[in-house]
């Protein structure tokens, strides 16, 4: 005996609306009679077949995303627009199992209302470049616009079935920070907008980069919903990616190089230094930013340098030079005075130079072993020399107790030389004849010393001598010779230049530790003859006391 119907299903025959079940792939599992008055199709021929069959083709995609209108098409083969609001019903694992709803035609005022509402939303979707989606908890994704397929592979369908399927296909290593801001919002007390970004794998397996800005709706008595609009950003983010990763290949070799970086705005006189910039000058704690750029570099610039520093860039932003490099001593944060070497390159628009950029270098840390103007050896030379020499005293000392011995042979002397009139030689003359007199100065400087000691240029128009096996009172005598010997008047072309010398002199009975302590010792005794035109200057271990000298008149 056939089973009896139920009170439900005895409704359900008679209601005048027509009741429309389907499964997860559309495929209808149940109609009430109602649909063949509103549709003329017989229920035993629609039962098993897909719901999308009796569905006008351009608008398959609308219903499958979600939108109740569309046109159906009846037995007669013409078309009515129908209202069909689909509520999905979920298993234990809370996928989609089946969808029911109740079939509706629309009057022909609510016809064209409806319909023209839906021309403007499907030409919306189609503008946005990205899919538009709405979710709530339990249910999934109760929306996708069709995009989805053409940018992640998926149908629509497919994605809606499972409500877990955005998170089985976010990225793993993105996954738990966007399950934060997922969770989060589906348990929000209040409204608010949110963005995510993270990596979706698509149909194809191809990772998709996705932005996503969404909102969260909160109203009262229901499920939390979430509505968004996904982009894809894949170009964008490997255009980022590579922009980090030519950074970071940039970072790595300015620190190889171990010089700072700078970028001078000439416009808005805007300086921006790298932290490396700041270390070499000993303001690590002043920013990266300086609104008056050449303000900040003549603070640091010795007074004497700054009108060769000027000189130096004014030529190259003058299109003499195609680009420039000066070395100056610059004040340390410290207060020591170093040596640098400041070189880059303008950027000029409509003749006009705009922007400076290049680097700064500390002349005790980089440079060539010879100077190729005057052949003689540079800084980095002179200083490793002076190290050694600096050791071997100090180990002989340890050995004798400190006991200074006469004629020891790791007693030594620093001079250091500036040449008084160079810079008139320049200005007058010209910087050939200037690179001319640099030339006979430093073979008059290695006429006047043995094979034991070196003669280094350091930069400029500044000399240094490092004398070895030497005691303090003979480094003396051989100031004063090495200082009539530059006094001596210079024949340059057809013309004849005086250029002397103001010479600083410490030996090693000043007991320093380290090559800068010489070099400062030395630098102070000469700036003191140059100042008081005394030719040369001994530092005197006593008391820090300067011991000064004359220069022999030169024959």
């Known amino acids: ?12 025959q008679l209601l005048p609306e027509a009741v429309v079940q389907t499964d997860a792939a559309w495929t209808i599992t149940y109609l009430n009679p109602a649909w063949k008055t509103l549709t003329g199709h017989p229920v035993d021929e629609a039962l098993g077949r897909s719901l999308l069959d009796f569905v006008h083709p351009d608008d398959t995609a609308a219903l499958r995303a979600g939108m109740p209108v569309f046109r159906l098409r009846r037995a007669d083969a013409d078309y009515r627009w129908m209202r069909l609001q689909l509520s999905p019903t979920t298993d234990a694992e809370e996928r ?52 989805v397929e053409r940018l992640f592979g998926y149908a629509v369908e497919e994605w809606r079935a499972d409500p877990g399927f955005w998170r089985a296909h976010v990225h793993p290593d993105d996954l738990p920070d966007a399950l934060v801001i997922d969770e989060a919002a589906y348990h929000a007390t209040h409204s608010y907008a949110y963005e995510m970004s993270y990596r979706l794998i698509a149909k194809s397996g191809q990772v998709v980069w996705v932005r996503d800005l969404c909102r969260v709706d909160v109203e009262p008595g229901r499920p939390n919903r ?3 609009l996904m982009i894809d950003v894949t170009r964008q983010k490997h255009t980022e990616l590579e922009l980090l990763q030519s ?9 190889g190089s171990n010089d700072g970086i700078w970028d001078w705005n000439l416009q808005t006189d805007v300086l921006h230094v790298s932290e490396r910039f700041n270390e070499i000058v000993g303001l690590g704690d002043c920013g990266n930013l300086h609104d008056g750029g050449w303000h900040f570099l003549q603070q640091l610039i ?33 207060g020591r005075l170093v040596w640098l070497n400041w ?8 003749g006009v130079a705009v922007r400076m950029a290049g680097s700064l270098s500390d002349l005790a840390e980089r440079g060539s072993s010879y100077d190729a103007l005057t052949n003689l050896p540079g800084r980095p030379l002179f200083r490793d020399r002076l190290e050694h020499a600096i050791a071997l005293h100090h180990d002989g000392a340890s050995k004798r107790g400190d006991t200074p ?5 790791t007693m030594f002397a620093v001079l250091v030389l500036d040449l008084d009139g160079f810079k008139a030689v320049n200005d007058t003359l010209g910087h050939h004849a200037g690179d001319q007199l640099l030339q006979q100065v430093a073979r008059r400087l290695e006429s006047c010393v043995r094979a034991i000691d070196l003669v280094a240029r350091m930069s400029g128009d500044e000399f240094n001598v490092l004398l070895e096996s030497v005691d303090h009172a003979g480094a003396t005598d051989r100031a004063h010779q090495i200082a009539a010997a530059l006094a001596t008047p210079y024949q340059i072309g057809t013309h004849t230049v005086s250029c002397p010398a103001s010479i600083g002199v410490v030996s090693s009975q000043a007991g320093f530790a380290t090559t800068d302590d010489y070099l400062r010792a030395a630098d102070a005794a000469m700036y003191r003859a140059k100042s008081q035109r ?5 530092y005197s271990e006593s008391g820090g006391a300067i011991e000064s000298g004359t220069v022999p008149s030169s024959t």
């Open 1 to 12: 005996m056939p089973a009896l119907p139920t009170p439900s299903d005895q409704l359900l």
């Open 96 to 147: 989609v199992i089946s969808r029911q709803g109740v079939l509706i035609e629309l009057t022909e005022i609510g016809e064209q209302v409806l319909m023209d509402d839906r021309q403007r939303f499907l030409r919306l979707l189609e503008r946005i470049d990205g899919v538009v989606w709405e979710a709530e908890l339990g249910v999934g994704n109760t929306f996708l616009s069709p995009q």
């Open 226 to 228: 979430m509505i968004g």
């Open 247 to 255: 950074h970071n290949r940039y970072a790595l070799a300015t620190r």
């Open 302 to 334: 010795d007074p004497d340098d700054q009108e060769r520093v000027q000189l130096a860039y004014r030529r190259h932003l003058s299109g003499d030079r195609p680009n420039f490099s000066v070395d100056f001593r610059a004040r340390h944060g410290s």
């Open 343 to 350: 070189r880059g390159v303008a950027q000029f628009e409509n």
């Open 405 to 409: 011995t006469q004629g020891d042979p």
């Open 534 to 538: 005394l030719g040369v200057c001994v």
